[in-house]
């Protein structure tokens, strides 16, 4: 028997696609066009909580992690039991942040193992295999000088060479060089880092709701992916946060991202690969 065959129907003028369209496989013939890439949202740390009512405040705001100082001297200081208090109130995609400087091993193993999901940040003189040794992702704190020029260049920080000696982090956060540890709510002169650095930055010391546009808009293009993290520029006194100035940050740095995407021209990043 004669095998029968269902005839070709020609395509409605409607189905074909317009003359010379690309799929979204790269053939002719119809597909969405390739979306531009989005600028990256910024992502927000909230450093030195010690209250409740400062916890839920940066969580509300929309902040990615919160910080707790292990270091005894700060006046933000709590114990990692309290730590581990206060990171029990943060919903999931929150990261808690555990702040250490020149802590012995001893000491980071049992802090966090009270805070199992908790990322590391080192703050004083730890070498990369220091870090390492502890076995969990970490932050690695880099204090630069407030005024380079000023200091001269044999005292110029090398950022890309620091980067690559701590390849291992997660992320270099940039803080001001001060007495003593931590950036004290000073800042440093962004236009003086290097112009390409191959490595996650966050953008710290002395930032405020004032200034962390033109901190976002001058650090973002020199590395691959910018965070920021705030501590004194949200607060009432030491420790003691204040929610609309932390609804503030959070706005600007919002406004910032909102600013180089409106600008993608002025946004040349690094790969992330």
């Given at each position: 028997?004669?095998a029968?065959?269902?005839?070709?129907?020609?395509?409605?003028?409607?189905?074909?696609?317009?003359?010379?369209?690309?799929?979204?496989?790269?053939?002719?013939?119809?597909?969405f066009?390739?979306?531009p890439?989005?600028?990256?949202?910024t992502?927000?740390?909230?450093?030195?909580?010690?209250?409740e009512e400062?916890?839920?405040?940066?969580?509300?705001?929309?902040?990615?992690?919160?910080?707790f100082?292990?270091?005894?001297?700060?006046?933000?200081?709590?114990?990692?039991?309290?730590?581990?208090?206060?990171?029990?109130?943060?919903?999931?995609f929150?990261?808690p942040?555990l702040?250490?400087?020149?802590a012995?091993?001893t000491?980071?193993?049992?802090?966090?193992?009270r805070l199992?999901?908790?990322?590391l940040?080192?703050?004083?003189?730890?070498?990369?295999?220091?870090?390492?040794?502890?076995?969990?992702?970490?932050?690695?704190?880099?204090?630069?000088?407030?005024?380079?020029?000023?200091a001269?260049?044999e005292?110029?920080?090398?950022?890309?060479?620091?980067?690559?000696?701590?390849?291992?982090?997660?992320?270099?956060?940039?803080?001001?060089?001060?007495?003593?540890y931590?950036g004290?709510?000073k800042?440093?002169?962004?236009?003086?880092?290097?112009?390409?650095v191959?490595?996650?930055?966050?953008?710290?010391?002395?930032?405020?709701?004032?200034?962390?546009?033109?901190?976002?808009?001058?650090?973002r293009?020199?590395?691959?992916?910018?965070?920021?993290?705030?501590?004194?520029?949200v607060e009432?006194?030491?420790?003691?946060?204040?929610?609309?100035k932390i609804?503030?940050?959070v706005a600007?740095?919002r406004?910032?991202?909102?600013?180089?995407?409106?600008?993608?021209?002025?946004?040349?990043?690094?790969?992330?690969?």
């Amino acid at each position: 028997m004669k095998a029968i065959t269902a005839p070709t129907l020609p395509a409605s003028r409607g189905s074909l696609p317009p003359e010379g369209a690309q799929s979204a496989l790269g053939r002719p013939g119809g597909g969405f066009p390739a979306s531009p890439s989005p600028v990256e949202r910024t992502r927000i740390k909230i450093c030195g909580l010690t209250r409740e009512e400062d916890v839920d405040a940066a969580v509300a705001a929309g902040a990615d992690a919160v910080g707790f100082v292990m270091y005894e001297p700060s006046p933000r200081h709590v114990t990692a039991e309290r730590a581990a208090e206060l990171a029990r109130r943060l919903p999931p995609f929150v990261t808690p942040v555990l702040l250490f400087v020149n802590a012995s091993a001893t000491k980071i193993i049992a802090d966090c193992a009270r805070l199992p999901t908790a990322l590391l940040q080192f703050h004083g003189d730890e070498s990369p295999q220091t870090c390492l040794r502890a076995g969990r992702p970490f932050m690695r704190a880099a204090r630069i000088p407030l005024d380079e020029k000023a200091a001269g260049n044999e005292a110029r920080f090398d950022l890309v060479k620091y980067a690559e000696d701590f390849k291992a982090a997660q992320a270099i956060l940039l803080d001001a060089h001060v007495e003593g540890y931590g950036g004290g709510g000073k800042t440093f002169n962004w236009s003086l880092l290097p112009p390409s650095v191959n490595a996650h930055l966050v953008l710290s010391g002395g930032l405020t709701p004032a200034n962390v546009i033109d901190g976002i808009l001058q650090v973002r293009p020199r590395c691959k992916t910018l965070a920021v993290d705030v501590s004194s520029g949200v607060e009432i006194s030491k420790g003691i946060k204040s929610a609309d100035k932390i609804n503030q940050f959070v706005a600007a740095v919002r406004a910032a991202d909102e600013q180089l995407a409106k600008n993608p021209i002025h946004h040349v990043r690094l790969s992330p690969t």
